[in-house]
């Protein structure tokens, strides 16, 4: 054998570090960029302290990040602050062991006031958690859910940065600051987050259904109903007998005749006493040359 064969588990497992390392770097990207706008919709308000908080973040995220030093350099000057009181961050006390429970007590106590819709109790039990414990993402993110129930968007978007600061793979958070970016009709920053949604949490069908909102949106069907078929495929029990055959029937007009099988078999499985789904499905795989599966349907 040659000695310069290369070896196809090391190339799988550096083409693996490779794209994770890709993916890392895109989400650091989009986290960074969303705390520039963010900023920059607290320079339009005059908030420049809160602004320079946001391109703060970014950099800390993205430390190569030019757009966001320079917007923050230019809040240091409309402030007249020094850059070095800007600049430091207080350094975290590590939490001691009795912190970590008191913060998870009301951390516990936030859920139950959300499950009750009582947002302000939300709040306010989650400042208590974070004063015990300040790397609590999951706090960060019921403040931004109960600041959106409350119609204080923007203010919503902050916590949610602060989340995924400490957590960038949180799944939920990226979905919510999806939505909110529908809302404002910010289209492709949208699309951004339900697709790191997905990225994070390949079985999350709700990034998915999402995604096909948007697509339907912007009028890219075959988009639309390439996501709409994902989300699907993990939550088959989501759509009724008839949108599972009216996918597989625009599968087959896209050429996915793979898709519009999957989409049979799926409708059969919620109503397998259906003769017709049978015949459907026994025509597709004789075209597929799978006669014995097809002989066995009927």
């Not at 920059?40 to 950099?59: G, K, M, S, V």
């Not at 004789?286 to 097809?294: E, G, K, P």
Request: hydrophobic share 40%.
């Amino acid at each position: 054998m040659n000695d310069n064969t290369p070896d196809l588990d090391s190339l799988k497992s550096a083409w693996q570090d490779k794209y994770q390392a890709k993916k890392l770097l895109q989400t650091n990207k989009a986290n960074a960029n969303f705390q520039i706008q963010q900023g920059d919709r607290f320079i339009a308000q005059n908030q420049l302290l809160e602004a320079i908080t946001c391109y703060r973040h970014a950099l800390k995220i993205d430390p190569n990040s030019g757009l966001a030093r320079k917007q923050l350099e230019q809040a240091i000057k409309s402030k007249k602050l020094p850059s070095d009181r800007v600049d430091s961050l207080p350094t975290a006390k590590k939490p001691s062991k009795n912190s970590l429970v008191v913060a998870r007590i009301y951390l516990q106590q936030a859920r139950a006031f959300t499950a009750e819709g009582e947002w302000h109790k939300a709040i306010a039990a989650c400042q208590k958690a974070l004063s015990f414990n300040s790397q609590l993402a999951e706090a960060y993110k019921i403040w931004g859910d109960s600041l959106q129930r409350l119609d204080s968007v923007i203010e919503a978007m902050e916590y949610y940065a602060r989340a995924l600061e400490i957590e960038p793979n949180y799944a939920e958070v990226c979905l919510n600051l999806g939505s909110l970016s529908f809302k404002q009709q910010q289209w492709q920053l949208s699309i951004d987050y339900y697709r790191q949604a997905a990225e994070i949490e390949p079985n999350c069908a709700k990034a998915y259904r999402n995604l096909a909102r948007v697509y339907k949106k912007l009028g890219q069907q075959q988009l639309m109903f390439d996501c709409w078929y994902q989300a699907l495929q993990i939550e088959p029990n989501k759509a009724s007998v008839a949108e599972h055959c009216q996918l597989a029937k625009i599968m087959l007009q896209t050429g996915k005749v793979d898709r519009a099988i999957a989409c049979y078999r799926a409708a059969i499985k919620l109503k397998p006493n259906l003769a017709s789904l049978y015949l459907s499905l026994g025509e597709l795989l004789i075209q597929q040359n799978d006669t014995q599966q097809a002989i066995n349907l009927y």
